[in-house]
C-alpha cells in the first residue's frame, strides 16, 4: 500500500527557513499534480502550493515569494522550501499526490507535519 511520509517540519524563529519533504513509501506511476496543503488551530485547510506536469506551479497568496515547490519525479518526492517564515505560517503541513489524466487514477494524502513559528 501506498503511504506519503513527511518530514522536515519542527520549531524555528520568525524569519527562517525549513524544507519539507514528501515521498511515496511506495511505488506508483508518477502523480500528475503534487500539492501541499497546511490546516491551522480552528482554521480550514488551505492549498499552500502544487505543481504539475510541465512544471506549472502556483502558489497561494499569502506564501508567494517566500515559499517554493519543487518535485523530483525519479524519487516520487515533492518539496517545499520555505523562507522568511512568520508566526501565521504555523499549521500542520500535508502533502497530496494526485493522478487524473489517464489509468490508474488516485490521490494520496501524507500524515501531516508539525511547522510552527515563534515571533
Known amino acids: 500500500q501506498v503511504q506519503l511520509v513527511e518530514s522536515g517540519g519542527g520549531l524555528v524563529q520568525a524569519g527562517e527557513s525549513l524544507r519539507l519533504s514528501c515521498a511515496a513509501s511506495?511505488?506508483?506511476?508518477?502523480?500528475?499534480?503534487m500539492g501541499w496543503y497546511r490546516q491551522a488551530p480552528g482554521k480550514q485547510r488551505e492549498l499552500v502550493a502544487f505543481?504539475?506536469?510541465?512544471?506549472?506551479?502556483d502558489y497561494a497568496d499569502s506564501v508567494k515569494d517566500r515559499f517554493t515547490i519543487s518535485r523530483a519525479d525519479t524519487k516520487n518526492t515533492v518539496y517545499l522550501q520555505m523562507d522568511s517564515l512568520k508566526p501565521e505560517d504555523t499549521a500542520v503541513y500535508y502533502c497530496?499526490?494526485?493522478?487524473?489524466?489517464?489509468?490508474?487514477?488516485?490521490?494520496?494524502w501524507g500524515q501531516g507535519t508539525q511547522v510552527t513559528v515563534s515571533s
Open positions: 497530496n499526490f494526485r493522478r487524473v489524466v489517464g489509468l490508474p487514477k488516485y490521490e494520496y
Open positions: 511506495g511505488s506508483i506511476f508518477s502523480a500528475d499534480i
Open positions: 505543481i504539475a506536469s510541465g512544471d506549472i506551479r
